[in-house]
């Protein structure tokens, strides 16, 4: 699972985590404080295992897991809290996303990273491996409902073009979807990305409702009343 959960601060943000039931959840945007209280809940609600990266204002990525990982080699990024590696036990590698935003991280440094990132995914190629998370990013052409050019565009386009597969167009196609909105479009920017040696997806949908909870990823004015847990949906992947 890959939710953006808007600094894990929201009541009943892990009853949520636990009826998706995910073996594994990439939490992106989650302030320090929260991913504490979030790994320490996870220890009594069957996900023993974390790991954690923050940036110098305390914000970054929390993974955790009902199932053993470990921190895997590529251990930092050009940015801070905007990258984690681990492995599982079966030695399946996972890149924890959260892309930069040249507004606030320089848009030199945000193409650095996006450098970077497509360095990885071509030492990965080989490999089962996936990059998840909040991407920041997406194609133009098929995840706006605007052609709207966003940050890091022509490398995500790119990382297609060296075989990385996108779960949820493998799944669906060119359908429309979108994760998060603006009060005027919607925007699929929260990925999973399979490697070419990685295995097809069986499932690849994004969440905004499960159960009695409502997660994100609603235009603002349309939230029927509902406080949501975050301003994400959350996608679910299994492979």
């Given at each position: 699972m890959a939710w953006n959960v808007r600094s894990g601060k929201a009541p009943q943000l892990f009853d949520a985590i636990v009826e998706m039931d995910p073996d594994l959840a990439v939490l992106t945007e989650c302030r320090r404080t929260h991913a504490a209280e979030l790994i320490a809940?996870?220890?009594t609600r069957g996900y023993p295992y974390a790991l954690q990266d923050f940036d110098e204002a305390g914000i970054?990525?929390?993974l955790i897991s009902s199932r053993p990982i470990m921190r895997g080699e590529v251990l930092s990024a050009p940015l801070p809290g905007r990258w984690l590696h681990a492995l599982t036990h079966d030695g399946f590698s996972i890149g924890a996303v959260y892309g930069p935003l040249p507004a606030?991280?320089?848009?030199?440094?945000?193409?650095?990273?996006?450098a970077w990132?497509?360095?990885i995914a071509r030492a990965w190629a080989t490999v089962p491996a996936l990059l998840c998370g909040d991407f920041n990013s997406g194609n133009p052409?098929?995840?706006s409902q605007n052609s709207y050019p966003f940050p890091g565009a022509r490398h995500f386009v790119g990382l297609g073009d060296i075989g990385w597969r996108d779960a949820f167009r493998e799944c669906h196609g060119n359908v429309w979807e979108y994760s998060w909105r603006s009060r005027q479009n919607g925007f699929r920017i929260d990925h999973c990305l399979l490697s070419p040696a990685a295995p097809p997806p069986i499932v690849a949908a994004y969440f905004r409702r499960v159960g009695q909870f409502t997660l994100g990823g609603f235009e603002p004015d349309a939230q029927t009343g509902t406080q949501s847990l975050s301003?994400?949906?959350a996608l679910m992947v299994e492979i």
């Amino acid at each position: 699972m890959a939710w953006n959960v808007r600094s894990g601060k929201a009541p009943q943000l892990f009853d949520a985590i636990v009826e998706m039931d995910p073996d594994l959840a990439v939490l992106t945007e989650c302030r320090r404080t929260h991913a504490a209280e979030l790994i320490a809940e996870g220890r009594t609600r069957g996900y023993p295992y974390a790991l954690q990266d923050f940036d110098e204002a305390g914000i970054g990525l929390c993974l955790i897991s009902s199932r053993p990982i470990m921190r895997g080699e590529v251990l930092s990024a050009p940015l801070p809290g905007r990258w984690l590696h681990a492995l599982t036990h079966d030695g399946f590698s996972i890149g924890a996303v959260y892309g930069p935003l040249p507004a606030g991280d320089g848009a030199e440094a945000a193409n650095d990273y996006w450098a970077w990132l497509t360095t990885i995914a071509r030492a990965w190629a080989t490999v089962p491996a996936l990059l998840c998370g909040d991407f920041n990013s997406g194609n133009p052409a098929l995840d706006s409902q605007n052609s709207y050019p966003f940050p890091g565009a022509r490398h995500f386009v790119g990382l297609g073009d060296i075989g990385w597969r996108d779960a949820f167009r493998e799944c669906h196609g060119n359908v429309w979807e979108y994760s998060w909105r603006s009060r005027q479009n919607g925007f699929r920017i929260d990925h999973c990305l399979l490697s070419p040696a990685a295995p097809p997806p069986i499932v690849a949908a994004y969440f905004r409702r499960v159960g009695q909870f409502t997660l994100g990823g609603f235009e603002p004015d349309a939230q029927t009343g509902t406080q949501s847990l975050s301003d994400h949906a959350a996608l679910m992947v299994e492979i």
